[in-house]
């Protein structure tokens, strides 16, 4: 149960509320969809042709569905370079028109605070790119990596 990325804001409201609220109440109604395939630069394609076992798959969207762990937002899974799954739910989150917290009905369109998890993927990308050899010391400035911005480096911003 997607909206179209490319679907107006209008209409995707709708869509979603009234899928997520049909499947709140019956989530064993999910049925597995390949993501649809954009101009976007993202290749596509099936659970099964990437090997993943899509009954688990669409037990655990049921689960989701059914509340069973609340306030996941949205699950995307990228297997050999392409996207096999893509779905997002509703949760609480900071509404952007309101400014208070609530329940977001998300979507691919939605805006979602991220806060900390930035942190985590650099963390990750700089340890793959030590174990690879590309970083030779974890202590290096990260000004030698960036001589285009060696201007901004400077007090105690070095």
């Known amino acids: 149960m997607r909206i179209p990325r490319s679907a ?5 409201i709708l869509f979603v509320f009234l899928n997520y609220s049909l499947l709140l109440a019956q989530p064993e109604a999910y049925k597995y969809s390949v993501p649809e395939k954009l101009r976007d630069g993202i290749k596509t394609s099936s659970l099964k042709d990437e090997g993943i076992d899509e009954d688990k798959i669409v037990a655990g969207t049921k689960e989701l ?5 609340p306030n996941i937002h949205s699950v995307l899974i990228f297997r050999h370079g392409k ?3 893509e779905n997002y739910f509703a949760g609480e989150d900071e ?13 691919q369109d939605t805006l979602h ?4 998890i930035s942190k985590s993927v650099v963390a990750l990308a700089v340890l793959r790119a030590h174990s690879m ?5 974890l202590d290096q400035p990260i000004a030698g990596f ?6 901004y480096f400077v ?4």
């Open 133 to 137: 050899g590309k970083i030779k010391n």
């Open 95 to 107: 509404n952007r028109e309101t400014g208070s917290l609530g329940v977001v009905k998300h979507s």
């Open 83 to 85: 996207l096999v799954y």
């Open 8 to 12: 107006n804001i209008k209409g995707a």
């Open 113 to 116: 605070d991220i806060r900390s």
């Open 146 to 151: 960036f001589p285009e911005y060696s201007s």
């Open 65 to 69: 569905l059914a509340g069973d762990y």
């Open 155 to 158: 007090g105690e911003k070095r």
